[in-house]
């Protein structure tokens, strides 16, 4: 990413990102920047992340839709998430918010399988789920909750249904998928979220210990 810095254009390519293109790249070098501690203040790299940011924002349309598809739309609002953390900017504030709020509106939407609901797929109004794409709103959700967002909690609880739907404790909605490993994972966090909710913590227990086994 440091070699990759483009302050002039603010954005970043990310080839073969399931039709992400730049928003997805300019999200994950944002990511990366802020990680490292860098901020729109920073000596070396400031300009880069503005510019970054300036260009998510730039992407976010008057009813929080971020072109491409949910992939899309979690980085990019975890992005901005992380950036208004740490910058305080009221210029990230209403594209967060509007962003965050579309996740929430496709979370809803209604879906045609139980083991579905709380969960997320590649459209806005997908009516199945699965954890890859659910992996990037879970964490979108929680950065932006953490930034003070108190209407998302309500979101957040209806997760841990989504990883309890299929075959607790590993929680893989996509069984057909090889990157096992990296679903049980995202499906830890997201039952994490709940674990405080009654009747939830055993599973989250359980689910913990499958990790620690050395499983995926």
């Known amino acids: 990413v440091q070699t990759c810095a483009l302050p002039i254009y603010g954005s970043w390519d990310c080839h073969g990102a399931h039709g992400g293109g730049k928003i997805a790249g300019t999200s994950l070098a944002t990511l990366a920047f802020l990680g490292h501690g860098e901020t729109v203040d920073s000596a070396e790299f400031g300009v880069s992340v503005q510019k970054a940011l300036e260009y998510l924002v730039s992407k976010v349309d008057k009813n929080g839709n971020v072109p491409g598809n949910m992939y899309t739309q979690g980085l990019a609002v975890f ?15 209403g594209p967060l918010d509007r962003s965050a709020q579309l996740i929430i509106r496709s979370q809803r939407a209604p879906k045609g399988n139980t083991a579905h609901v709380g969960g997320w797929r590649y459209k806005v109004e997908s009516d199945d789920a699965d954890l890859s794409v659910s992996g990037w709103q879970i964490m979108a959700l929680k950065s932006a909750a953490n930034d003070g967002a108190a209407w998302l909690h309500p979101s957040l609880d209806r997760i841990p249904l ?14 057909r998928e090889h990157h096992l490993g990296q679903l049980e994972r995202r499906g830890f966090f997201g039952n994490q979220l709940g674990c405080h909710l009654a009747g939830l913590a055993k599973h989250f227990d359980k689910s913990g210990q499958f990790l620690a086994k050395g499983n995926g």
């Open 79 to 93: 992005a901005l998430a992380e950036g208004y953390a740490m910058s305080g900017s009221p210029a990230l504030k």
């Open 162 to 175: 989504l990883n309890l739907g299929r075959s607790s404790p590993v929680f893989t909605l996509i069984l």
